[in-house]
């Protein structure tokens, strides 16, 4: 939390990480430099707004930018540190795309100068800091660059994953512990320098690759966990037994933990990341494959359960929620949005959609006939329900609002309420 009104930081990514870490960097009293290749995105920054839903981070940047401590360009400018925050998407089979933070990188090498630190952020395959420390060395023959050299380095390159969880990221970028991965011991220690400037967190330092395994490590933990819990709820519905009390029984013992059954796992990391392990080493990641495959098909197991229940039933169906998750706006790789879509285009304008965190409906919608509503309107007008998202709205209907209703809950959000008896749905996997 050291204020540093010298330093210059340019961060290249204005999305979900780069804009809120910007903004906690430029609240420290450094100067600080958004990147991005989007004009109104940077537009929008200059004047002090936000393009993405966070809760705090339009008053953060707001102020910071009333400041001039945060600025926003589609061009690069020379800096002491330079932070990657680019997407790294995965193609048709799953190998992962790091163009963007290549591209990040040779933009930076323009400007790069003896003193500079740069990191990378983005989740990434393991060897992708090496990459961007060969790139630079190649752009740029006149600096020393670390690990290539025998003598000190010019500059300082590491990889630092962020770990921020939507909806918290604010309170996380700082309170969260850093795993600081540097391409040297040397380049490690003068990126953790800048860290502790704004993280109250633990710093801890290793190798650039130990630091990328671990970020994609994290997030295949979560995955193959979310699709134990998935696949219990199959079980569960075959034995007809209520899963989510099972889940809780089974939590009282000291020693098990197991996460909560959903729709599937949406949101761009969970549903990705564990793609970059898989592609680098097939022959040893069958648990981590198998786990996106049983997540992946938990759509489709919701798709025909829903399916089979608006088909069996007259009058309108709601859909509550279309968010990946609870109380976010977000809608990337949603579950909820997938089974919605399925629904509008077999049943079109018997199905509603009950989505508090948006004014219209995506265009995915367009000509379906679907209405969006309010939840309000959805108790009074839908004999069926289908709970996709745990919006806190939707946990608070209580029991007598909603007792007569035929609900398929795919969130546990309301254990009190009568279960509907699963049709048999057959398990398919992509392989
Ligand atoms: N989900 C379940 N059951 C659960 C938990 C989650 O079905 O018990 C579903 C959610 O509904 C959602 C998806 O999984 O569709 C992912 O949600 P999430 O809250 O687990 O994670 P993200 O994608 O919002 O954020 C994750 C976090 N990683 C871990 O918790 C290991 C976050 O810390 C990372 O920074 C983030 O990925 C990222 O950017 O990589």
Same mark, same amino acid.
């Given at each position: 939390m050291t204020p540093d009104h010298g330093l210059k930081v340019v961060v290249v990514g204005l999305g979900y990480i780069g804009l809120p870490t910007a903004a906690i960097i430029a609240r420290t009293g450094a100067s600080v430099l958004g990147v991005d290749v989007t004009q109104s995105v940077v537009d929008t920054v200059n004047s002090g707004k936000v393009h993405i839903e966070e809760v705090d981070l339009d008053g953060l940047v707001s102020g910071v930018v009333a400041r001039g401590a945060l600025r926003a360009s589609v061009q690069i400018e020379p800096a002491d540190v330079f932070v990657i925050a680019v997407p790294t998407p995965f193609a048709d089979d799953h190998a992962p795309n790091i163009g963007y933070v290549l591209q990040a990188a040779t933009n930076i090498a323009t400007v790069l100068k003896a003193g500079d630190t740069v990191i990378l952020e983005s989740t990434? &395959? $393991? =060897?992708t800091t090496e990459k961007v420390r060969d790139l630079l060395a190649q752009l740029r023959p006149d600096l020393k660059v670390p690990g290539k050299t025998? +003598?000190?380095?010019d500059i300082a390159i590491a990889y630092c994953p962020e770990r921020v969880l939507p909806g918290r990221i604010l309170v996380e970028l700082i309170d969260n512990d850093r795993v600081i991965g540097g391409v040297t011991p040397r380049c490690a220690r003068k990126a953790l320098a800048f860290y502790r400037r704004f993280v109250r967190g633990a710093c801890v330092t290793t190798t650039a690759r130990s630091a990328e395994m671990t970020k994609l490590t994290e997030n295949a933990f979560r995955d193959v966990n979310i699709a134990f819990a998935n696949e219990l709820s199959r079980v569960a519905d075959t034995m007809d037994v209520d899963v989510w009390e099972v889940i809780r029984l089974a939590n009282r013992h000291p020693r098990v933990n197991i996460l909560s059954p959903g729709p599937g796992v949406g949101g761009h990391c969970i549903a990705v990341d564990p793609w970059f392990l898989v592609h680098a080493d097939r022959a040893n990641t069958p648990l981590i494959r198998t786990a996106r495959e049983v997540n992946d098909a938990k759509v489709d197991y919701v798709i025909d359960r829903a399916i089979a229940m608006v088909e069996a039933h007259a009058g309108p169906v709601a859909c509550l929620g279309l968010a #990946?998750?609870?109380?976010? @706006?977000d809608f990337r790789e949603s579950p909820a949005l997938a089974v919605a879509q399925a629904l509008a285009t077999r049943f079109g304008e018997r199905v509603r959609i009950v989505e508090p965190y948006v004014d219209q409906l995506p265009?995915? #919608? @367009? =000509?379906?006939?679907v209405q969006l509503i309010d939840i309000d309107t959805a108790i009074e007008t839908c004999p069926m329900m289908i709970v996709l998202v745990d919006h806190e709205i939707f946990k608070? $209907? &209580?029991? @007598? +609002?909603? $007792?007569?209703k035929i609900v398929y809950d795919t969130r546990g959000i309301w254990p009190d309420q009568p279960r509907i008896k699963a049709p048999p749905v057959p398990l398919r996997l992509a392989s």
């Amino acid at each position: 939390m050291t204020p540093d009104h010298g330093l210059k930081v340019v961060v290249v990514g204005l999305g979900y990480i780069g804009l809120p870490t910007a903004a906690i960097i430029a609240r420290t009293g450094a100067s600080v430099l958004g990147v991005d290749v989007t004009q109104s995105v940077v537009d929008t920054v200059n004047s002090g707004k936000v393009h993405i839903e966070e809760v705090d981070l339009d008053g953060l940047v707001s102020g910071v930018v009333a400041r001039g401590a945060l600025r926003a360009s589609v061009q690069i400018e020379p800096a002491d540190v330079f932070v990657i925050a680019v997407p790294t998407p995965f193609a048709d089979d799953h190998a992962p795309n790091i163009g963007y933070v290549l591209q990040a990188a040779t933009n930076i090498a323009t400007v790069l100068k003896a003193g500079d630190t740069v990191i990378l952020e983005s989740t990434s &395959p $393991v =060897g992708t800091t090496e990459k961007v420390r060969d790139l630079l060395a190649q752009l740029r023959p006149d600096l020393k660059v670390p690990g290539k050299t025998s +003598e000190g380095a010019d500059i300082a390159i590491a990889y630092c994953p962020e770990r921020v969880l939507p909806g918290r990221i604010l309170v996380e970028l700082i309170d969260n512990d850093r795993v600081i991965g540097g391409v040297t011991p040397r380049c490690a220690r003068k990126a953790l320098a800048f860290y502790r400037r704004f993280v109250r967190g633990a710093c801890v330092t290793t190798t650039a690759r130990s630091a990328e395994m671990t970020k994609l490590t994290e997030n295949a933990f979560r995955d193959v966990n979310i699709a134990f819990a998935n696949e219990l709820s199959r079980v569960a519905d075959t034995m007809d037994v209520d899963v989510w009390e099972v889940i809780r029984l089974a939590n009282r013992h000291p020693r098990v933990n197991i996460l909560s059954p959903g729709p599937g796992v949406g949101g761009h990391c969970i549903a990705v990341d564990p793609w970059f392990l898989v592609h680098a080493d097939r022959a040893n990641t069958p648990l981590i494959r198998t786990a996106r495959e049983v997540n992946d098909a938990k759509v489709d197991y919701v798709i025909d359960r829903a399916i089979a229940m608006v088909e069996a039933h007259a009058g309108p169906v709601a859909c509550l929620g279309l968010a #990946f998750k609870a109380n976010i @706006d977000d809608f990337r790789e949603s579950p909820a949005l997938a089974v919605a879509q399925a629904l509008a285009t077999r049943f079109g304008e018997r199905v509603r959609i009950v989505e508090p965190y948006v004014d219209q409906l995506p265009a995915a #919608f @367009d =000509g379906t006939g679907v209405q969006l509503i309010d939840i309000d309107t959805a108790i009074e007008t839908c004999p069926m329900m289908i709970v996709l998202v745990d919006h806190e709205i939707f946990k608070s $209907v &209580p029991l @007598d +609002e909603r $007792v007569d209703k035929i609900v398929y809950d795919t969130r546990g959000i309301w254990p009190d309420q009568p279960r509907i008896k699963a049709p048999p749905v057959p398990l398919r996997l992509a392989s």
